[in-house]
T-cell receptor, first 113, second 115 residues
Framework: NAGVMQNPRHLVRRRGQEARLRCSPM?????VYWYRQLPEEGLKFMVY????????ESGMPKERFSAEFPKEGPSILRIQQVVRGDSAAYFC???????????FGEGSRLTVL | DAKTTQPNSMESNEEEPVHLPCNHS???????IHWYRQLPSQGPEYVIH???SNVNNRMASLAIAEDRKSSTLILHRATLRDAAVYYC????????????????FGRGTQLTVWP
């Protein structure tokens, strides 16, 4: 039973390029969450999605960041025109309908040169 | 958002019990106490959660004070693999809508286990 799958695990981009991070939730999970962890800091909530709907994007930066969870395929976190401050580990988590437990992936580590 | 207080770091020897404290003096009646841990270079991992009564599972035990203003995560026999950052998080059981999944992780407690 595969866990939450994230790819790529490591991504290097130059300033101004786009970064796309993908997340496949656990089988049977319809809720997806994205978190960001800056170096030496705790995880910060970014966005909560269900299939084809953004439920809570209160943690998303207002510009350059977007997320989707289409009917088919993985959830995508997209960062346009990356800057050095976007360098971080981005974690995806999933859950079935409301539960006390989130299942996290191993993260995608973005480095912006 | 910072509703819990944890020590920055703790140390233990292998095979000894570890008691990780967490203060949450402003906890509300509907807040569950959740613990996650994050091993180096990995995503967080759920450990345990509880509301009022003490809880046990294969990973750990959770002891909750009678007034619920503090709790303690207990690892009965620490192993090297338990070295991680441990996060104590409050989650409102009334959350069913848009705030679901919005966990506040804070800085946590860095546990070092010595062989």
């Amino acid at each position: 039973n595969a866990g939450v799958m994230q790819n790529p695990r490591h991504l290097v981009r130059r300033r101004g390029q786009e970064a796309r991070l993908r997340c496949s939730p656990m089988k049977g999970h319809s809720h997806v969450y994205w978190y960001r962890q800056l170096p030496e800091e705790g995880l910060k909530f970014m966005v909560y999605l269900q299939k084809e709907n953004i439920i809570d994007e209160s943690g998303m930066p207002k510009e350059r960041f977007s997320a989707e969870f289409p009917k088919e395929g993985p959830s995508i976190l997209r960062i346009q025109q990356v800057v050095r401050g976007d360098s971080a580990a981005y974690f995806c988590a999933s859950s079935p309908q409301w539960t006390g437990e989130l299942f996290f992936g191993e993260g995608s580590r973005l480095t912006v040169l | 958002d910072a509703k819990t207080t944890q020590p920055n770091s703790m140390e233990s020897n292998e095979e000894e019990p570890v008691h990780l404290p967490c203060n949450h003096s402003t906890i509300s009646g509907t807040d569950y106490i959740h613990w996650y841990r994050q091993l180096p270079s990995q995503g967080p991992e759920y450990v345990i959660h509880g509301l009022t009564s003490n809880v046990n599972n294969r990973m750990a035990s959770l002891a909750i004070a009678e007034d619920r203003k503090s709790s303690t995560l207990i690892l009965h026999r620490a192993t090297l693999r338990d070295a991680a950052v441990y996060y104590c998080i409050l989650r409102d059981s009334a959350d069913r809508g848009s705030t679901l999944g919005r966990l506040y992780f804070g800085r946590g407690t860095q546990l070092t286990v010595w062989p």
